[in-house]
């Protein structure tokens, strides 16, 4: 038989998130042996014809940074259960990272964005997506006014919009708004991944696994030792900025 098995990967939450469509013409010998095809639910089809034309839209570059979150991880590890006693949900890294992402937002307001035709429309509050992969394919829910948030709120309201699209409770206005994304990589052990940008916004963010490794460091004496770090790779896709032709003064979105 003949089997075309395309593999887009859109990272978003974590992280790398694959969707998997398998075309498959079924033949006699399939039939023989069992053989069963899958369908492409239009769910599928709508989002690669997405990932598609977010490429065709705009130049897209990815940018990959390593990062020492050795100080995070040691928090985290002395926080965690307190925290959940405390707050009601789990304290993974992507609040850390969420809470960093939306920081830089305030400092470089071109990212938080989105495209309006040929104009770039700033937005003046961070609704941050968040990339969730279901049983159903990848879903993005938009955290609302996540520069308002603490570590803790970012915790809370990850893990609600997570479980809400997991369960199929999640609603079209929860799917509307978002500024920016936040795909997580690394919660299927991948370091790093292209991610593709979710139009009509501007950038995304992809966090890739963090992994433990020996890395060169500066000590308090200004030497350097070797020491065993905990380390990410943030994956950081944009627009040529030859793309972004006009602009205009935040809205209150």
């Not at 023989?32 to 034309?53: Q, T």
């Not at 390593?66 to 009601?88: I, Y």
């Not at 593709?196 to 350097?224: C, F, H, M, S, Y």
Request: with cysteine.
């Amino acid at each position: 038989s003949c089997v075309v098995v395309t593999v887009l990967y859109w990272v978003v939450g974590g992280c790398g998130v694959g969707l998997l469509f398998f075309c498959k013409q079924k033949t006699a010998y399939d039939i023989e042996y069992g053989l069963v095809g899958s369908e492409m639910c239009i769910r599928d089809r709508v989002i690669a014809s997405r990932m598609v034309e977010s490429l065709q839209v705009s130049a897209q570059l990815t940018t990959v940074i390593e990062v020492d979150l050795t100080r995070v991880a040691r928090l985290r590890a002395r926080s965690k259960a307190d925290f959940q006693a405390r707050e009601g949900t789990s304290l993974s890294y992507l609040p850390f990272l969420a809470l960093a992402a939306v920081e830089a937002l305030k400092v470089h307001p071109m990212v938080n964005a989105s495209i309006n035709g040929d104009e770039v429309v700033y937005h003046g509050q961070e609704h941050l997506s968040i990339a969730v992969d279901t049983e159903r394919g990848l879903i993005v829910p938009v955290v609302k006014n996540a520069g308002d948030l603490n570590i803790a709120g970012l915790a809370r309201a990850i893990a609600d919009v997570a479980e809400r699209t997991r369960t199929n409770k999640i609603t079209p206005d929860d799917l509307a708004g978002g500024t920016f994304t936040i795909t997580n990589t690394g919660s299927r052990g991948a370091l790093f991944d292209t991610p593709i940008i979710n139009q009509p916004q501007v950038a995304i963010l992809g966090t890739g696994a963090i992994v433990k490794r020996p890395v060169v460091i500066n000590d308090d004496e200004g030497g350097e030792t070797i020491a065993i770090r905990s380390m990410i790779c943030l994956l950081y896709t944009s627009p040529s900025p030859r793309d972004r032709t006009r602009s205009r003064m935040p809205s209150s979105a």
